[in-house]
C-alpha cells in the first residue's frame, strides 16, 4: 500500500531555512503528481508547491521565490527547500501525491498523505 513518510521540520528563526522531505513507497508507477501542503493552527489546509513526474513545478504566490519544490524519482523522495522562513509559516507540513493530477495546489484532490511534520518559524 502507498506510504509518505516526511522528515525535516523543526524550529527556526525567521530569515533561516529548512528542508523537508518524503520518502514514497507503494505507487506502481512513476507518474504521479506530488505536492506539499500545509495546514496552520485555525486555519485551512493550503497548497504550497507541487511537482508531476516530468518536474513541471507550481508555487502558491505566499511562497513563490522563498521555497523550492523538487523529486528524485529514483530514491522516491520528495523535497522542498524553504529560505527566508517567516513566523507566519509557521504550521504542520504535509506531503500528498496521487496518479495523473499533472500539478495541483488542492487539497481534496490528493489521496495519499504523510502524517506531516511540524515547522515553527519565531520572530
Known amino acids: 500500500h502507498v506510504q509518505l513518510v516526511e522528515s525535516g521540520g523543526g524550529s527556526v528563526q525567521a530569515g533561516g531555512a529548512l528542508r523537508l522531505s518524503c520518502v514514497v513507497s507503494?505507487?506502481?508507477?512513476?507518474?504521479?503528481?506530488m505536492g506539499w501542503l500545509r495546514q496552520g493552527s485555525g486555519k485551512a489546509r493550503e497548497g504550497i508547491a507541487s511537482?508531476?513526474?516530468?518536474?513541471?513545478?507550481k508555487y502558491a504566490d505566499s511562497v513563490e521565490g522563498r521555497f523550492t519544490i523538487t523529486r528524485d524519482n529514483d530514491l522516491k523522495t520528495l523535497y522542498l527547500q524553504m529560505n527566508s522562513l517567516k513566523p507566519e509559516y509557521t504550521a504542520m507540513y504535509y506531503c500528498?501525491?496521487?496518479?495523473?493530477?499533472?500539478?495541483?495546489?488542492?487539497?481534496?484532490?490528493?489521496?495519499?498523505w504523510g502524517q506531516g511534520t511540524q515547522v515553527t518559524v519565531s520572530s
Open positions: 511537482i508531476d513526474s516530468d518536474g513541471n513545478t
Open positions: 500528498a501525491a496521487d496518479y495523473g493530477l499533472g500539478t495541483s495546489l488542492v487539497a481534496n484532490e490528493y489521496n495519499y
Open positions: 507503494g505507487f506502481t508507477e512513476i507518474t504521479f503528481c
